[in-house]
């Protein structure tokens, strides 16, 4: 027998990887690149600089020579000065030796909680529209991504029957996302307790990514992790980056119990060592007046939501008034066309990027993500240029 | 402060429209509450924030820093508002510390600052010194920078 003949060319890449799509996020970018002058409401960072002291910090500390490597878990002070901050702000109080985990970024953080959690087969639970991060990551994790779809009609809130119809003998873990990438949707006190409940009735571990828990804007945020007999179960996750405008530092942090913490701690320690010191210095300077840097900020997300809503309502687009971060997710599907040629159309017309909805899993469909990040003048210029568009695609 | 008055602190030509569907309120609410601010003297008035460096034009502006006797009756107020009429003051303000009124004073040149300075505010029955400071360059005005910096670029689209 020739075996040379009937060998195929193996295929080198991971077999688990190869059914995991790029991001939607990641394909639109390029084309949005490629057309000069555009207004983007298709970021999903803060338009603000980073706070000057912050900034002015970590030049110090570079001066001083803070350049070395720092302890796996990170610096011991600002492991101390964020359980002081996550006790004042999100009323859990966690241990800052053996509960504070400081990471690359809050991607950093989910990628650690959810591979320190999922054995092969698990199926996580997550809900839809979601942050584009978290199916790949299941999959990375070789578990089983279980969307949980959320509707227009009820604010984007996960309930307890959508995701109690999805959860078999084989759910594990429940990822929330509260207040909301891309939807802007939050969760009230009583939705955070029927979730606890539900994680506890069917034993599911819960992680909690709460990057924009300082973006609420009606209402106080309640986090999951301060529910009774929660704190054993969950992780928590949060960062700098949205509320101090500090995305390009890449810092975040996980909380947890102990041992889950020294789970995520083992594959941090021998793939990330640690997050880069500068950051953590400015982090550190970050929680030195947290109000006051982002109470100025917040005011300005409030007026601008308002008036992105208000937009929306004007043009006929349907849309849920936005309670967090700083995305709105108004429903085009009344026009005709699919979000993506949306999206493409307002881009190839008037020059505005928004991101289809499609992007943040199927029942995305219909939507198109607009972030209000951005100046005034940007957005008003958007919101005349896309109620033209509207106002054409849907009179012909 | 109110929402509104830190919006037109931040840009006074924002339009009423604009104004209303920020604040969540109709545009009738916000022009009413505009005009009795300015009833009340709470607004003051409207203006550009000019980069004047940019201007060809001559013109000088110092910073004087005036120690007064102050006066049995009404401290300081009666030499402040006689100093603030004149044209050429731009700013005024009581301080703490070495001196007691800081003045920002617009002139045509350096002559008619300080001729301003030796002639009218010197002169002032309460006036016991003054030191001037000529300006040279404006970095930053009314919360302004007034020279662009290179910026970054945000990524168009991000997650």
Redesign the interface.
Known sequence: MNTKDSKCPRDPIAAHLRDVPRSGIRDFFEIVSSVPDVISLGIGEPDFDTPWHVREASMFALEKGATKYTSNMGLPKLRKAIARYVGDTFHVSYDADREVLITVGVSEALDLAVRALVNPGDEVLYHEPSYVSYRPLIQFAHGCPVPVETRREEGFRITRDRLEERITERSRLLILNYPNNPTGAVLNREDVRIMAECAREHDLMVITDEIYAEMTYNGSHVSIASMPEMKERTIFLHGFSKSWAMTGFRIGYACAPPELTEAMMKIHQYTMLCAPILSQEAAMEALNEPDNDIREMRDEYVRHRNYIYHAFRDMGLPCVEPGGAFYAFPYIGDTGISSKDFALRLLEEEKVAVVPGSAFGACGEGYVRCSYATSLEELKEAMTRMAGFVRRITSC | MD?LL??LKN?AL?SPG?IA????MSEDEVRKRIKEYEKKGIIRGYQAVVNEDQLDINRVMAVIEVTVTPEREGGFDRVSNRISRFPEVESLYLVSGDYDLLLFVEGRDLKSVSSFVSERLATIEGVKSTVTHFMLKTYKHHGVEMESQDEYE??????
């Open positions: 929402e830190k919006i840009n924002e604009n569907k920020m604040l969540n945000r990524l168009k689209v991000s997650p």
